[in-house]
């Protein structure tokens, strides 16, 4: 360090040399004493420095070797996780091709089984045209067969009407010099809508009526309808006996045959059986004088036989 000069000013000629040594000397040891002390302290700034850079590096060395350290941990479950990824990756990517075969059989089957369901559909129309065929000879079949059950009942119809009367033929058929006749009625009975009809010229009860008609292979005439009524009334004379009683049930009117009386020709007020009932008669029955009226069975009328023809038109045999 260099020294200094330093002047003296007014007043200070009364120091003496030495005391000017003195001084200077002390100036010197104080500046070097200070010098010294600078040095001391900047020496002791420099080391607490470099202490504190080392504690500072020193740190820093321990913080990236534990962060190296975990790093490192890290790396190698990084490491683990990539291996076990990587077998999943390779386990996917067997599954994927897996599913890739699995989706190609799927499509194939699909496509076959598309094929064998238009085929099954195809065969479903045939299988419904068919249907429909059959169902419509069927339709045709059951008409036919209806058809040929009238016939085959109009047939055994007429079969047994022939037959009832085969020990009657004598009487609905005779002979000429080149034929034998065969006529729908016996003769003396009269034709009208598919039937015969006998108009009696003697008279008896009506059990008795019933029984001739019977024997003719007949029955007493059933009414059943206005226009039969007209005919019997205009064809008969007098009061006959019809097959009307109410015999099996008082007060219930049926027909020889069995059916109940639907509709009635019945002569105004009738029937009335109060005299038969004070009389103690129980059974009445019907005789026909252009209206109905009942009467007891025991009294004697006229009565009139009804039957089937024998065939429609006169048989030439």
């Not at 479950?77 to 699995?102: C, F, P, R, W």
């Not at 085929?119 to 045709?140: A, D, G, P, V, W």
């Not at 009832?164 to 003769?187: A, G, I, M």
Request: charged share 25%.
């Amino acid at each position: 360090m260099p020294f200094q000069s330093f002047s003296v000013g007014p007043g200070e000629d009364d120091y003496d040399e030495s005391d000017y040594y003195s001084t200077q000397e002390e100036a010197r040891n104080r500046l070097r004493s200070q010098g010294k002390e600078y040095g001391r302290r900047c020496c002791k700034c420099i080391i607490v420095s470099l202490a504190v850079l080392c504690v500072t590096l020193f740190i820093a060395v321990i913080y990236q070797g534990v962060n190296c350290r975990n790093l490192t941990g890290e790396l190698s479950t990084m490491k683990v996780a990539a291996a076990q990824h990587s077998d999943k990756y390779g386990i996917l990517d067997k599954e994927k091709e897996q599913l890739q075969k699995n989706v190609s059989m799927t499509v194939k089957n699909m496509t076959d089984l598309q094929a064998q369901y238009n085929q099954l559909q195809k065969n479903y129309m045939k299988l419904e045209e068919t249907k429909n065929k059959l169902i419509s000879e069927k339709n045709n079949y059951q008409q036919q067969c209806s058809s040929l059950q009238k016939d085959k009942d109009e047939i055994q119809k007429n079969y047994d009407a022939l037959l009832s009367k085969l020990p009657l033929l004598q009487k609905y058929c005779h002979t000429t010099e080149k034929e034998r006749v065969c006529d729908p009625c016996p003769q003396g009975w009269e034709k009208h809508n598919g039937q015969c009809y006998y108009f009696s010229t003697s008279v008896t009860t009506w059990n008795e009526s019933q029984n001739n008609c019977i024997k003719e292979a007949a029955h007493l005439v059933t009414v059943n309808s206005e226009e039969e009524q007209g005919f019997i009334t205009k064809e008969g004379s007098s009061s006959y006996w019809i097959g009307l009683t109410d015999s099996a049930e008082e007060g219930v009117w049926r027909w020889v045959d069995g059916t109940d009386l639907k509709q009635g020709f019945w002569l105004y007020g009738e029937p009335d059986n109060k005299d038969q009932q004070s009389a103690g008669i129980k059974a009445n029955c019907v005789i026909n004088s252009k209206e109905w009226k009942d009467e007891p069975c025991e009294d004697q009328y006229r009565w009139i036989c009804e039957t089937q023809t024998l065939h429609p038109k006169p048989l030439h045999i």
